[in-house]
């Protein structure tokens, strides 16, 4: 067996990166594509190495040379690289494809040894790999069948989104058997060069082999395997994070992202929060059926949106404002503060990030659970000389929830010493306490210094759409704010849902219940194993001590690692005390980070 690497083009979205080199010289944390897909295939100890080059050609010999591939190597010249697309590379191989049995490559790909092993460890000879398509992939499709046939290639033109369940993505690694190619590939890809021109793709020759009624093609899904095309530069930054051998820097990479998990296949998030059972189906379909509408209209300015807002919630216009996520707000809202400024650590660090630490007042309970009262807080602030108090409620990563009750007493006593306070409610629906919002209008009016801030992400399960709202009877300052926002700060997508969520209170009750069912039992599984101590939480996560011996960064490593799992350790938020906070998800997803936790815990 042989192997064939198509490698002529020129890798023009990677820009400067291929101005003076070859696409397959891109290196991915100090590698080449080249130089780590030369080594994987020297492994499999094959006759020989048939590389297509043209641009850049002699340079990419010349680094070749370098790598110490002892496999022999031949190169066939592609003269009209720019000209052409693949079909023609691929077609100047094609002596080489009837000589011998082949593993066909296109160079800009990275991929882990396990993805060849599943190929040539699987008896039959002609295969296409192929993986369950993901939205980050682009190009060439599949649909097969349940015997691995390939029923239609679907090109990037005849590609159908709502039939993307169906579909898998091409990896561009073939194995193909030298009958194949005598009797089916080469006669086809001379045909079709001849009859549709040069600038055409050898998938297209494929896809009219598999009209056939014999075609030997079949399909080879990959279960798990890492592969990634790169073509650009953020596919460049997303294979970096991937495939990188240093196991605390795939962790680093990862963390810095803060989101856009969707790019890694099979990931698991328990570290971001949301809500898992919200929004319902029949609200996302209200939301695509609008779609093209929303996509090329602009959105209402702050106005509207603080109307729509307003409706929701039950409050005035000029008491509530919409942000661009509660990031956006508390910005804007911490920058109003001035005077010492009172916090209950751990906490969600925007606040206490967005403040002068010079004048900042901690308040660090001092038991294993960091839990606290509302006592607690008036004891420790009564002679502090604060100006604000800021309260995530429940706090974010303790769960610590104080009552609606209490929460109204600790406004009353900031109010009698004139401490303005803001409460974070983004997790309060969550709680079992019914009722329990302070975005009421008589307890704006009646505490004009009292802030309530709400992530519409978290509690709703929509983070993709980046709301948030923050309500207070200081209508000076929601004035002032409304102002030192941008005046389109939220897309027609957020204005929408805010138009169309009132529709949908009754799902919403529907989803909560079913999630503080969940929450209950992931609580229970997780007491039962050995190691993790859970701390009780009213909040759509759960935090855990973890026994002395368990390293928290060592399990977050493994977990992703291992499980492609991702959890939030706590060591940084608990002076390097060992706690994980870790999300509430679907019962299925919470089953498989419970199997993860007894399997790395030795249960």
């Not at 606040?351 to 009262?373: H, I, K, L, Q």
């Not at 604060?386 to 929460?407: A, E």
Request: charged fraction near 30%; glycine fraction near 4%.
């Amino acid at each position: 067996m042989q192997a064939v690497i198509l490698a002529a083009g020129m890798g023009k979205r990677l820009k400067e990166l291929t101005q003076n080199n070859t696409k397959c010289m891109v290196k991915v944390n100090g590698v080449s594509l080249i130089d780590r897909m030369l080594h994987q295939i020297e492994k499999k100890n094959l006759s020989r190495i048939v590389i297509v080059v043209g641009y850049e050609a002699d340079k990419l010999k010349k680094y070749i040379k370098t790598l110490g591939i002892t496999t022999p190597i031949e190169y066939i010249d592609n003269p009209i690289y720019d000209k052409t697309n693949n079909i023609y590379s691929l077609s100047l191989a094609s002596d080489y494809l009837v000589k011998e049995d082949t593993l066909l490559f296109e160079s800009d790909l990275i991929f882990e040894d396990s993805v060849l092993d599943v190929l040539l460890e699987d008896p039959r000879d002609t295969l296409a790999l192929v993986d369950k398509y993901e939205s980050w992939m682009d190009g060439t499709c599949v649909k097969l069948s349940s015997d691995d046939s390939i029923e239609a290639f679907v090109p990037g033109k005849k590609f159908k989104f709502d039939e993307i369940k169906e579909y898998y993505k091409t990896v561009n690694i073939y194995k193909f058997s030298r009958h194949f190619s005598e009797t089916h590939y080469v006669p086809f890809l001379k045909a079709y060069q001849s009859a549709l021109g040069q600038n055409e793709y050898y998938e297209q020759v494929l896809r009219v082999i598999t009209m056939l009624d014999d075609p030997e093609i079949k399909a080879k899904r990959l279960d798990g395997q890492r592969w990634y095309e790169i073509d650009d530069i953020q596919d460049l930054d997303i294979a970096e994070s991937i495939f990188t051998p240093d196991e605390d820097e795939k962790v680093r990479l990862l963390q810095r992202r803060y989101g856009g998990y969707w790019r890694y296949p099979k990931l698991l998030d328990f570290c971001y929060l949301v809500n898992p059972y919200f929004p319902p189906e029949k609200m996302k379909d209200e939301i695509r059926a609008n779609f093209d509408t929303l996509l090329t209209e602009y959105p209402s300015g702050m106005r509207v949106n603080s109307l729509l807002a307003a409706k929701n919630f039950g409050v005035h216009q000029e008491n509530i404002i919409v942000g661009n996520g509660a990031a956006e707000l508390i910005k804007s809202l911490m920058e109003n503060f001035d005077g010492k400024t009172g916090f209950i650590r751990p906490t969600f660090d925007e606040y206490p990030n967005r403040y002068d630490r010079e004048v900042s007042v901690d308040f660090v309970p001092e038991n294993a659970d960091y839990s606290y009262t509302a006592d607690d807080i008036m004891n420790y602030f009564a002679d502090k000389d604060i100006s604000n108090l800021v309260l995530v409620n429940p706090d974010n990563p303790s769960g610590n929830y104080i009552h609606k009750k209490d929460l109204l007493r600790l406004v009353k006593w900031c109010g009698d010493r004139d401490v303005r306070i803001v409460i974070d409610e983004s997790f309060v629906d969550f709680a079992d306490e019914p009722d329990n919002t302070l975005i009421e209008q008589e307890i704006l009016d009646d505490n004009k210094h009292l802030f309530v801030m709400k992530s519409i992400s978290k509690s709703y399960g929509v983070p993709g759409l980046r709301l948030g709202v923050l309500a207070s009877g200081d209508s000076t300052t929601i004035d002032l704010m409304k102002k030192d926002v941008a005046i389109w700060n939220i897309n027609s997508f957020g204005e929408f849902y805010m138009q169309i969520e009132e529709k949908y209170k009754k799902d919403y009750a529907v989803a909560l219940d079913k999630f503080r069912k969940e929450r209950a039992r992931f609580e229970e599984k997780l007491s039962e194993i050995k190691g993790i101590r859970v701390i009780p939480s009213q909040a759509n996560f759960v935090m855990t001590e973890l026994d002395a011996e368990i390293s928290p960064k060592e399990l977050l490593k493994k977990f992703l690692i291992k499980h492609n799992l991702l959890i939030k350790e706590l060591t940084t938020k608990t002076n390097g005390r060992n706690y994980l906070r870790l999300a509430v998800r679907n019962t299925e997803d919470n089953d498989i980070l419970i199997a993860a936790l007894k399997c790395e815990l030795g249960e």
